[in-house]
C-alpha cells in the first residue's frame, strides 16, 4: 500500500455537483469542508458504493447536510445530526426537500439511539484522531449499527516523522517550516467497527538520516474511506500535525526513541512527547 501519495479520487465527478453546492447555505467553516474537492470526491465515492436497497443511516456531525444530500439517494432514510445549531439551520434549508432526510439538532453523545442502521457516517476527524470527538462518538453509536453494518470513514493509519521543527508549539502544517530527518513509519491503525481505547501510548523509533538537530514528530494520517478508498492528507481532512520536544542532536544512523502519548478525542492538549 502506496502512503505516501494521496488517494487519487475521481475529483472531476465531484465537480457536478459544483453548481448545487454553491448555492448551498453554510457556515465560513462547513464552507471550507465543501470547497475541500478531494475530502468531497472521497465521501462522494464510498458513499455511492452503496448502490441498492438500503434502509437507515445515521449521519453524525452532518454540518451543512453535504453528506446527507449524498446519502439520500441510497438510503430510504437518513437520521442526521448536528451539534452546531447555525449549521442545523444550514443543512434544514438545504435539505428542504429531501423527506428521506431527518435532521435534529444536538450532542450525539446524548442522543437516544433505539434503532439500528446499516451505515453510520461519521466525520469529526482530525489528525491521529486527537482534536475531534470521533473515537468517544463511534463508541457509543457503533452499539447502533446492525451486524452486517459498515461506517464511513472505516478507520485510520497514522505515521510519523522526525523533524526538525520551526515552531515551538503543536500545529498543523499549514505554511510551517520543518525539515525531515528519518522515513515515515506507520505506528498505529484503527478500524472502526473495533472497539478503540482513547488512551494511546507509544515508543517510535527512528533512524536517523542525516546529522543535525530533531526538535519534533511530524504525525500524518490517512483515511480509510472504504476498502479500495484511502486518502491521504487534504486542507480539511486531517491535515499533518506537527508536534515538539526538547531537541537532541543526532547523527546519521543514531536510533532515536521517542514516547508519544494522547487521549483521541480530548484534544492537542493531550498530546505529551520525550526522547527516552
Ligand atoms: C468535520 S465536520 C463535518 C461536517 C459534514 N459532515 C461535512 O462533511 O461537511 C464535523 C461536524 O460534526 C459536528 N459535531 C462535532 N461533535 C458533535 C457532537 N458531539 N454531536 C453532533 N455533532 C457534532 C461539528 O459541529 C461539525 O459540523
Not at 77 to 82: A, H, L, N, P, T
Amino acid at each position: 500500500m502506496n502512503l505516501v501519495t494521496h488517494m487519487t479520487t475521481d475529483t472531476t465527478i465531484i465537480n457536478s455537483f459544483f453548481i448545487f453546492f454553491m448555492k448551498f447555505k453554510t457556515t465560513p467553516y462547513h464552507f471550507d469542508l465543501i470547497k475541500d474537492n478531494e475530502r468531497l470526491s472521497a465521501f462522494w465515492q464510498a458513499i455511492k458504493e452503496y448502490e441498492g436497497d438500503n434502509e437507515l443511516a445515521y449521519d453524525l456531525g452532518c454540518g451543512s447536510g453535504v453528506l446527507s444530500y449524498f446519502l439520500s439517494t441510497y438510503f430510504k432514510e437518513i437520521i442526521s445530526i448536528e451539534i452546531n445549531p447555525a449549521a442545523f439551520a444550514c443543512a434544514r434549508e438545504n435539505l428542504a426537500d429531501f423527506d428521506n432526510v431527518n435532521l435534529l439538532v444536538g450532542d450525539v453523545l446524548e442522543f437516544d439511539f433505539n434503532r439500528k442502521a446499516d451505515l453510520i457516517v461519521c466525520e469529526m476527524m482530525d489528525t491521529a484522531l486527537i482534536d475531534e470527538e470521533e473515537v468517544p462518538v463511534l463508541n457509543q453509536a457503533k452499539k447502533f449499527l446492525k451486524p452486517s453494518g459498515k461506517i464511513i470513514p472505516q478507520g485510520v493509519i497514522n505515521s510519523a516523522e522526525l523533524v526538525n521543527m520551526e515552531r515551538e508549539y503543536v500545529h498543523w502544517d499549514e505554511n510551517a517550516k520543518y525539515d525531515v530527518f528519518s522515513d515515515a513509519m506507520i505506528y498505529s491503525e484503527f478500524d472502526f467497527l473495533d472497539g478503540i481505547n482513547p488512551d494511546f501510548e507509544a515508543v517510535l523509533s527512528f533512524k536517523a538520516k542525516k546529522d543535525g538537530i530533531v526538535n519534533g514528530l511530524k504525525i500524518t494520517t490517512f483515511t480509510k474511506l472504504a476498502d479500495d478508498i484511502i486518502c491521504g492528507p487534504t486542507p480539511m481532512l486531517n491535515p499533518p500535525l506537527l508536534i515538539p520536544f526538547d531537541s537532541k542532536s543526532v547523527k546519521s544512523n543514531d536510533l532515536i526513541n521517542v514516547k508519544l502519548k494522547y487521549i483521541m478525542g480530548n484534544g492537542i492538549e493531550s498530546i505529551k512527547t520525550h526522547v527516552i
